[in-house]
């Protein structure tokens, strides 16, 4: 049974915050900043450039990527980390169409975040060889999946609204109509059970900021199906992904199975502090974490919809249709989720109108939840976002 007192002494949240918002930023683990701090100091400052072979370095991409592939049942040895999910949803996504040549569709869902689509604009035209996007709502995806579909490209947990996309049936789906599938894990790793093995995804990438909580811009991960990882042609052939990248030979040959899936020189500091945060999950059940989302997230949809009736949820009600989030559509909803950001209340807002909650169980319980509930009714029964200060806009919403 996993400890979820335990895991909430394990980060360093400010006092009088009450956090829902670990679904876009995860919370400083109390152990991120003194591991920074002895590979600074023993690694960095001791051993100097002699750290990429004495303190293991180069290893440490393959050696997180199996830790993430732990919490998203993938295989050992098939996750690397590295750059930034942009940056893995296009190695992705151009290993795939190389894998489908007679095909030219790339397939996603209108509730796809913007960057995984974007990406997917920017190699069709880089690619030049009359690919296109094909973007249909979340629910047309099943039906749409044809014989011309060389990829279907889809976010299993929507970031706006928490709608969970079924990866098993898809991509048996996709499969059948000889299609490949890169399933974007962003706000799926560490929020729910994953099992890209047992689904039989081609590719999985995502993020480790977010639920995994490896701090901002902490390095992203990719996935490829041992079937696949040494058929998939790399589309950044940097040097680290090079057979023998010591070689410095002047041809490039990609190396071997997930190797080829790194580019350039892995953050140091950024890992190390993305290693202390996986430490959280050593001892966390992926079936208690997700009853425990569950039950946080109806609590929250409970006590909401009793103090306040002008708010309409935006996420599916079936707690089997949603990842770790909820969602409430509120025509100003920007200044409501800022008067809460004041009240100590952290959620965030997604245009044109979502106001964001993401319930993470490692350190939110039953208390915080009816705390923010109780702060929000505060706030909508007395109109007090509708101050002009709540109205201003930041550039990061
Ligand atoms: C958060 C998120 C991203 C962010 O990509 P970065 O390159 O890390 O900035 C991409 N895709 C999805 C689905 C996300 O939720």
Known sequence: ?????????????????????????????????????????????????????????????????????????????????????????????????????????????SGNFPTDLYMAEGLIKALDRGHRLRVVAPEEIAAEITGDVAALMLTQVDYRTGRLHDM??????????????????????????????????????GCTYKYLNGGPGAPAFIYVAPRLADRAEPVLSGWLGHAAPFDFEQGYRPGAGIARMRVGTPPVLAMAALDAALDVWDGVDM????????????????????????????????????????????????????????????????????MRFGFTPLYTGEDDVRHAAATLAEIMQGRVWDRPEYHARAAVT
């Open 168 to 205: 098993d049936g898809l991509t048996e789906t996709a499969h059948a109509a000889g299609a490949l599938t890169i399933w974007d894990l962003a706000h799926s790793a560490g929020a729910l059970p994953v099992d890209v093995a047992g689904a039989g995804a081609d590719f999985a990438v």
């Open 1 to 109: 049974m996993t400890d979820f007192n335990a895991t909430k002494t394990m980060f360093d949240l400010p006092v009088g915050i009450t956090y829902l918002d670990g679904n876009s930023l995860g919370p400083l683990p109390r152990a991120a900043g003194a591991r920074m701090q002895e590979v600074m100091r023993d690694e960095w400052g001791e051993m100097l450039i002699t750290g990429w072979n004495r303190a293991g370095w180069m290893e440490h991409p393959a050696r997180l990527g199996d830790r993430i592939g732990r919490l998203i049942g993938a295989e050992t040895g098939h996750v690397m980390v590295g750059d930034t999910l942009s940056i893995k949803v296009h190695q992705a996504l151009a290993a795939a169409l190389a894998l489908r040549p007679d095909r030219s569709v790339i397939l996603s869902d």
């Open 287 to 354: 079936a208690a974490l997700r009853a425990r989302s569950v039950a946080l997230s109806e609590l929250f949809i409970a006590e909401v919809e009793a103090a306040c009736p002008m708010l309409t949820l935006a996420s599916p009600r079936d707690p089997a249709l949603r990842g770790s989030q909820v969602s409430f559509a509120f025509a100003d909803g920007y200044a409501v989720m800022q008067a809460l950001i004041a009240h100590g209340v952290i959620g965030d807002f997604r245009a044109p109108d979502i």
